[in-house]
């Protein structure tokens, strides 16, 4: 599906991990507020479940960023937890931050995120079926990862957090965030509010060029 520029807002979305795996996602949302995930990076070792690659987080955000900025996609939700401080005295949003991206603290709430997540996969926004959130076939992990989670057996309104839940997680950022809840206004900031000048007597087209 083309994405047209102008039509949709692009973001990103993190899940932080270095010892368990990482999961970038990459959206747009339309005026409409349909969501769509367009692509996915997964830190993960190859032939593994669960197992992070342990990337430096400085070098993910350039990476990240040098895949994104051709896009025009600058703007990243990802978990709270991120804005720690390490022992080094700076914290994983503030590196990347220094890359260029602009970092947004996600809404971590987990028992709404659920019930989002479900709205989304189930709502219909036309006579075909087309889903209110759709993900591009080539986000593996989403495909493999998804459908293997199951309730918290102690807080069955929550996911299990012991099963590899990194691409749901980073995926509940994206759609509980303020680009999918107003995405209307977001596009207004990309495209600007151009407004047509006022017609008089001495109007001329050609002012405007």
């Known amino acids: 599906m083309l994405l047209e520029s102008g039509l949709w807002f692009k973001f990103c979305a993190l899940d932080w991990g270095f010892t368990k795996p990482y999961s970038l996602g990459w959206y747009a949302v339309n005026k409409?507020?349909?969501?769509?995930?367009?692509?996915?990076?997964?830190?993960?070792?190859?032939?593994?479940?669960?197992?992070?690659?342990?990337?430096?987080?400085?070098v993910l955000a350039k990476e990240a960023w040098e895949l994104s900025i051709s896009e025009g996609v600058k703007d990243m939700v990802a978990d709270p937890a991120?804005?720690?401080k390490d022992d080094v005295g700076q914290s994983?949003?503030?590196?990347?931050?220094e890359i260029g991206w602009k970092m947004h603290k996600a809404n971590n709430d987990r028992v709404n995120?659920?019930?989002?997540?479900?709205?989304?996969?189930?709502?219909?926004?036309?006579?075909?079926?087309t889903k209110m959130f759709t993900v591009y076939p080539t986000c593996y992990a989403f495909i493999r990862t998804i459908p293997m989670l199951t309730p918290d057996p102690n807080h069955p309104e929550d996911i299990d957090t012991r099963l590899e839940d990194h691409v749901y997680d980073e995926t509940r950022y994206a759609l509980m965030s303020e680009f999918c809840k107003n995405p209307i206004a977001q596009l207004r900031k990309q495209n600007g509010d151009?407004?047509?000048?006022?017609?008089?007597?001495?109007?001329?087209?050609f002012d405007v060029m």
């Open 92 to 97: 994983i949003a503030e590196r990347f931050m």
């Open 113 to 129: 995120g659920l019930q989002t997540f479900h709205e989304y996969l189930d709502t219909e926004v036309d006579e075909q079926g």
């Open 82 to 84: 991120i804005w720690g």
């Open 32 to 58: 409409d507020g349909r969501v769509i995930k367009y692509r996915e990076w997964y830190g993960c070792v190859d032939g593994e479940m669960n197992v992070g690659v342990k990337k430096q987080s400085s």
């Open 194 to 205: 151009w407004k047509r000048p006022k017609q008089n007597n001495d109007y001329n087209p």
